[in-house]
Nanobody
Framework: QVQLVESGGGGVQPGGSLRLSCAAS????????MGWYRQAPGKAREFVAT???????NYVDSVKGRFTISRDYAEKTVYLQMDTLKPEDTAVYYC???????????????WGKGTLVTVSS
Protein backbone atom coordinates (compact mmCIF):
# COMPACT_ATOMS: atom_id res chain seq x y z
CA GLN A 1 0.00 0.00 0.00
CA VAL A 2 1.34 3.39 -1.02
CA GLN A 3 1.20 6.34 1.36
CA LEU A 4 2.25 9.98 1.31
CA VAL A 5 2.96 11.57 4.68
CA GLU A 6 3.54 15.31 5.06
CA SER A 7 5.38 17.04 7.86
CA GLY A 8 6.77 20.47 8.69
CA GLY A 9 3.65 22.59 8.99
CA GLY A 10 3.03 25.00 11.83
CA GLY A 11 2.68 28.64 12.78
CA VAL A 12 5.01 31.39 11.63
CA GLN A 13 5.04 35.18 11.53
CA PRO A 14 4.82 37.07 8.24
CA GLY A 15 8.19 37.14 6.56
CA GLY A 16 9.21 33.85 8.15
CA SER A 17 10.08 30.49 6.62
CA LEU A 18 8.91 26.91 6.81
CA ARG A 19 10.01 23.72 5.07
CA LEU A 20 7.45 21.07 4.27
CA SER A 21 8.39 17.46 3.59
CA CYS A 22 6.41 14.63 2.04
CA ALA A 23 7.67 11.07 2.06
CA ALA A 24 6.30 8.28 -0.08
CA SER A 25 6.30 4.76 1.30
CA UNK A 26 5.05 1.33 0.32
CA UNK A 27 5.68 -1.08 -2.50
CA UNK A 28 6.73 1.51 -5.08
CA UNK A 29 7.98 0.75 -8.55
CA UNK A 30 8.38 4.33 -9.75
CA UNK A 31 7.43 7.91 -8.94
CA UNK A 32 6.59 10.50 -11.58
CA UNK A 33 5.59 14.09 -10.91
CA MET A 34 5.46 15.21 -7.29
CA GLY A 35 3.86 18.41 -6.12
CA TRP A 36 2.10 20.54 -3.57
CA TYR A 37 -1.41 21.95 -3.45
CA ARG A 38 -3.08 24.06 -0.79
CA GLN A 39 -6.56 24.84 0.42
CA ALA A 40 -7.29 28.00 2.37
CA PRO A 41 -10.39 28.25 4.59
CA GLY A 42 -13.51 28.66 2.45
CA LYS A 43 -11.60 28.29 -0.82
CA ALA A 44 -11.01 25.58 -3.37
CA ARG A 45 -7.81 23.56 -3.42
CA GLU A 46 -5.21 25.21 -5.66
CA PHE A 47 -1.96 24.18 -7.32
CA VAL A 48 1.22 25.50 -5.67
CA ALA A 49 4.22 23.77 -7.25
CA THR A 50 5.28 20.64 -9.06
CA UNK A 51 8.52 18.89 -9.95
CA UNK A 52 8.85 16.26 -12.65
CA UNK A 53 10.87 13.08 -12.48
CA UNK A 54 13.47 14.92 -14.55
CA UNK A 55 13.65 17.80 -12.11
CA UNK A 56 11.72 20.46 -14.02
CA UNK A 57 9.69 22.74 -11.78
CA ASN A 58 6.58 24.87 -12.10
CA TYR A 59 4.97 27.29 -9.65
CA VAL A 60 1.78 29.26 -9.28
CA ASP A 61 2.52 32.95 -9.87
CA SER A 62 1.73 33.97 -6.30
CA VAL A 63 4.63 31.94 -4.85
CA LYS A 64 7.28 32.42 -7.55
CA GLY A 65 10.51 33.73 -6.05
CA ARG A 66 9.41 32.78 -2.52
CA PHE A 67 8.83 29.01 -2.62
CA THR A 68 11.21 26.32 -3.86
CA ILE A 69 10.23 22.73 -4.60
CA SER A 70 12.83 19.95 -4.62
CA ARG A 71 12.98 16.19 -4.32
CA ASP A 72 15.24 13.45 -3.02
CA TYR A 73 14.90 10.50 -5.37
CA ALA A 74 16.59 8.01 -3.06
CA GLU A 75 14.41 8.98 -0.09
CA LYS A 76 11.24 9.26 -2.23
CA THR A 77 10.64 12.64 -0.66
CA VAL A 78 9.52 16.00 -1.99
CA TYR A 79 10.16 19.27 -0.18
CA LEU A 80 8.66 22.73 -0.28
CA GLN A 81 10.87 25.51 1.09
CA MET A 82 8.64 28.48 1.83
CA ASP A 83 10.29 31.84 2.45
CA THR A 84 8.93 35.35 2.94
CA LEU A 85 5.62 33.87 4.01
CA LYS A 86 2.50 36.03 3.87
CA PRO A 87 -0.83 35.73 5.72
CA GLU A 88 -2.45 34.73 2.43
CA ASP A 89 -0.24 31.62 2.37
CA THR A 90 -2.24 30.28 5.32
CA ALA A 91 -3.76 26.97 4.22
CA VAL A 92 -3.65 23.23 4.54
CA TYR A 93 -0.88 22.04 2.24
CA TYR A 94 -1.32 18.70 0.48
CA CYS A 95 1.33 16.56 -1.15
CA UNK A 96 0.52 14.89 -4.47
CA UNK A 97 2.44 12.32 -6.48
CA UNK A 98 1.96 10.03 -9.44
CA UNK A 99 3.15 6.64 -8.23
CA UNK A 100 3.30 3.22 -9.84
CA UNK A 101 3.17 0.53 -7.21
CA UNK A 102 4.64 -2.91 -7.79
CA UNK A 103 1.14 -4.28 -8.42
CA UNK A 104 0.05 -1.59 -10.91
CA UNK A 105 0.51 -1.44 -14.67
CA UNK A 106 0.41 2.39 -14.58
CA UNK A 107 0.88 5.30 -12.23
CA UNK A 108 -1.91 6.60 -10.04
CA UNK A 109 -2.54 9.87 -8.25
CA UNK A 110 -1.88 9.76 -4.53
CA TRP A 111 -2.55 12.45 -1.94
CA GLY A 112 -1.31 13.05 1.57
CA LYS A 113 -3.64 14.02 4.40
CA GLY A 114 -2.34 17.57 4.59
CA THR A 115 -0.38 19.75 6.97
CA LEU A 116 -1.56 23.13 8.26
CA VAL A 117 0.48 26.26 7.69
CA THR A 118 -0.61 29.38 9.56
CA VAL A 119 1.03 32.75 8.86
CA SER A 120 0.00 35.33 11.42
CA SER A 121 1.43 38.03 13.62
Amino acid sequence: QVQLVESGGGGVQPGGSLRLSCAASGTIRSIGNMGWYRQAPGKAREFVATITSGGSTNYVDSVKGRFTISRDYAEKTVYLQMDTLKPEDTAVYYCNAVIQSRSDWYGRDYWGKGTLVTVSS
